[in-house]
């Protein structure tokens, strides 16, 4: 259940990282809102996630789906650049998160 938690707080990390794009473009309430509610989430399920797995190996997790998340995010919906080697990076970190999967007890 701790790997499932961490997961959706890495999911919700990506979605207060893309309310936080769509807030500097808007200034509206509700993205301020949704924004804050998006990072909320995220910290209770990460410390959901730390009450069984190593603080370290949750971390890096959490912070590799909401970075590699938010530049595919912004890949596919702002226009923000693909070249080959951003790609090649971005894969670096999915199969890094992975291995620390893996390899954690």
Do not use: D
Request: glycine share 10%.
């Amino acid at each position: 259940m701790a790997w499932l938690y961490v997961i959706l707080a890495g999911i919700f990390e990506m979605l207060g990282v893309t309310m936080m794009n769509q807030f500097h473009k808007s200034k509206s309430a509700a993205s301020l809102l949704a924004l804050f509610a998006a990072f909320a989430i995220s910290f209770f399920l990460l410390s959901l996630g730390l009450k069984t797995l190593p603080m370290g190996t949750a971390y890096a997790i959490w912070t590799g789906i909401g970075a590699a998340g938010g530049a595919l995010i912004g890949m596919l919906f702002y226009g923000e650049a693909r070249s080959i080697t951003r790609m090649v990076c971005l894969s670096l970190i999915i199969i890094a998160v992975i291995g620390l999967k893996l390899v954690t007890a």
